[in-house]
């Protein structure tokens, strides 16, 4: 079976850090594509930082730049997402997804190129 399951989320005040686990079952992960979206309430989900397999290129949001990144850990099949200066507009839903591994950049930031989706995880950030 092939699952992700993401955890990590929270509440924190501005400035804040989280970091979000998204672990992998049934496949390795570090032959895949990850997207890291979220979604808040009343908006459509959007890619937040993105990695793509094939390339080794990695895609963040104009609005993360600098306060997010990934990173990874094979021997436990799971990838992060390190939130840094977190703001009140962070708040949202946070899913990880896992794409075939063969995305280009430009597909990165659509979530219907990915495959696989983890539950998702909340994310609050208090002014």
């Known amino acids: 079976d092939v699952q992700l399951q993401a955890s990590g989320g929270g509440l924190v005040q501005a400035g804040g850090s989280l970091r979000l686990s998204c672990a992998a079952s049934g496949f390795t992960f570090d032959d895949y594509d990850i997207g890291w979206f979220r979604q808040a309430p009343g908006k459509e989900r959007e890619g937040v930082v993105c990695f793509a397999a094939s390339s080794g290129s990695t895609y963040y949001a104009d609005s993360v730049k600098g306060r997010f990144t990934i990173s990874r850990d094979n021997s436990k099949n799971t990838v992060y997402l390190q939130m840094n200066n977190l703001k009140p507009e962070d708040t949202a839903v946070y899913y990880c997804?896992?794409?075939?591994?063969?995305?280009?950049?430009?597909?990165?930031?659509?979530?219907?190129?990915?495959?696989?989706w983890g539950q998702g995880t909340q994310v609050t950030v208090s002014s």
């Open positions: 997804a896992a794409g075939n591994g063969r995305l280009i950049t430009s597909e990165l930031i659509r979530a219907g190129a990915y495959d696989t």
